[in-house]
Antibody
Framework: EVQLVESGGGLVQPGGSLRLSCVASGFTFSSYWMNWVRQVPGKGLEWVSRIYIDGGRITYADSVKGRFTISRDNAKNTLYLQMNSLRAEDTAVYYC??????????????WGQGTLVTVSS | DIQMTQSPSSLSASVGDRVTISCRTSQSIDNYLHWYQQTPGKAPKLLIYATSNLQSGVPSRFSGSGSGTDFTLTISSLQPEDFASYYCQQGYSTPFTFGQGTRLDIK
């Protein structure tokens, strides 16, 4: 069974840091683009970042560029999101999502259960 | 950035109804338009990718159409489990923006 399990969320003060992890199983992790998508509770979805299979190509939403860093460890089947200089507006449920593998289009075919990040003093 | 305009933002319908949700993009995205369903407290689920391709396991009452900048999700006969929120997303260029969502409620 294809599965993604996120961890690392929690309460952090403004200006603080947090690292999210997403462990993949049931598929060849090293063959897929991976994404982070977030959702403020009760609001819509926002794409955050995407990383190529070998980590060689990375893109970010403008709202997190320069503060967040996506990375992956294919040997550990794990995706990461290092979040620095956190702001109240970063409060959200963070999902990791696997690409479908359709052309080069970002299509999130498999999602984790999400991990809640709360930025508050 | 490509702007997404999804409509309506909410919709009330009955079991058995046919419903359509629209998504318009600010520039052409070829066919790289995808649709997701989300029920409360759950992660989104991919329904349709590349405008009209049904994801594996998704019932055939869901269909997608469109091209260029105008796209549509159609549910041919609503079932109780279809009452959820729906989002379109463009996978053409970064940032890969989502529509604002459509909440589908029981009438």
């Amino acid at each position: 069974e294809v599965q993604l399990v996120e961890s690392g969320g929690g309460l952090v003060q403004p200006g603080g840091s947090l690292r999210l992890s997403c462990v993949a199983s049931g598929f060849t992790f090293s063959s897929y683009w991976m994404n982070w998508v977030r959702q403020v509770p009760g609001k819509g979805l926002e794409w955050v970042s995407r990383i190529y299979i070998d980590g060689g190509r990375i893109t970010y939403a403008d709202s997190v560029k320069g503060r967040f860093t996506i990375s992956r460890d294919n040997a550990k089947n794990t995706l990461y999101l290092q979040m620095n200089s956190l702001r109240a507006e970063d409060t959200a449920v963070y999902y990791c999502a696997r690409d479908l593998g359709y052309c080069n289009s970002a299509v999130c075919s498999t999602w984790g259960q999400g991990t809640l990040v709360t930025v508050s003093s | 950035d490509i702007q997404m305009t999804q409509s309506p933002s909410s919709l009330s319908a009955s079991v058995g109804d046919r419903v359509t949700i629209s998504c318009r993009t600010s520039q052409s995205i070829d066919n790289y338009l995808h649709w997701y369903q989300q029920t409360p407290g759950k992660a989104p689920k991919l329904l349709i990718y590349a405008t009209s391709n049904l994801q594996s396991g998704v019932p055939s009452r869901f269909s997608g159409s469109g091209s260029g900048t105008d796209f549509t999700l159609t549910i041919s006969s609503l079932q109780p489990e279809d009452f959820a929120s729906y989002y379109c997303q463009q996978g053409y260029s970064t940032p890969f923006t989502f529509g604002q969502g459509t909440r589908l409620d029981i009438k």
